[in-house]
C-alpha cells in the first residue's frame, strides 16, 4: 500500500514540475558565409540540398526522401521516412528577398509542428548573415519535460547545419 501512494506521489510531482515548465521553445543561432545572398538562399530553399548540410537528416543517410514542387518556391516539400530520425515533412511556406519561412511537421516518433524560419541580410564586402530560428509548442506533459534537453540539441545541432551550410556555399 505504501508502494501504491508513493508511485501516485511521484505521479503528480513530475505532472505539477511539467506543468511549471514552458510550453513552447525558441532555438536561433546565426552564421556569416562569404557567398551573396541570392547564392545562400538557393541553397535553403532548394530542398535537393537539405540532405547536404542538415543534421539531422545526415544522422541517417539512408532514409528515405521524396521532394516535390518547384525549387525555392512555395509549396517545394521534402518528406522523409527513417528508423532513427523518424517520420515528417518540411514545406516551403513563404518566401521574399530576406526571408524564407517552412512549415515542419514530425508525424513519428512523435507528432508535432514547428515554425522553420530563415533571415538572410547583406554583411560585409558580398557576404550574408543568415539566421536559422525554429520555434513550436511542447505538448503537456512529456514535451515540456524534455524541453530543455530540446533546446540544448537543438542549439547544437543548428550550429553545426549552419557550418555545414557555410562549407557548401563558400566551396568547402
Not at 556569416?32 to 545526415?58: C, H, S, T
Not at 530576406?98 to 538572410?120: E, G, T, V
Not at 515540456?144 to 533546446?151: D, I, K, S, V
Not at 540544448?152 to 549552419?162: A, E, V
Request: proline share 6%; charged share 15%; with cysteine.
Amino acid at each position: 500500500m505504501i508502494l501504491f501512494y508513493a508511485v501516485g506521489a511521484l505521479i503528480v510531482i513530475v505532472l505539477i514540475v511539467a506543468a511549471m515548465l514552458p510550453s513552447s521553445y525558441h532555438v536561433q543561432q546565426s552564421i556569416i558565409i562569404k557567398a551573396p545572398v541570392p547564392d545562400v538562399m538557393e541553397r535553403v530553399g532548394n530542398l535537393n540540398f537539405y540532405k547536404q548540410w542538415n543534421p539531422w537528416q545526415q544522422m541517417e543517410p539512408e532514409a528515405q526522401a521524396e521532394i516535390v514542387g518547384e525549387p525555392v518556391a512555395p509549396g517545394h516539400k521534402y518528406t522523409w521516412q527513417g528508423r532513427r530520425i523518424g517520420s515528417g515533412s518540411l514545406l516551403l511556406k513563404q518566401i521574399d528577398k530576406k526571408h524564407i519561412h517552412f512549415d515542419l511537421q514530425f508525424l513519428r516518433p512523435w507528432k508535432s509542428s514547428a515554425s522553420d524560419n530563415w533571415l538572410f541580410e547583406e554583411w560585409g564586402d558580398g557576404g550574408t548573415k543568415v539566421t536559422w530560428q525554429n520555434f513550436g509548442n511542447l505538448s503537456y506533459p512529456m514535451a515540456r519535460l524534455f524541453g530543455p534537453t530540446l533546446n540544448k540539441q537543438l542549439n547544437q545541432q543548428f550550429i553545426t547545419g549552419l557550418e555545414n551550410l557555410k562549407k557548401m556555399c563558400e566551396g568547402g
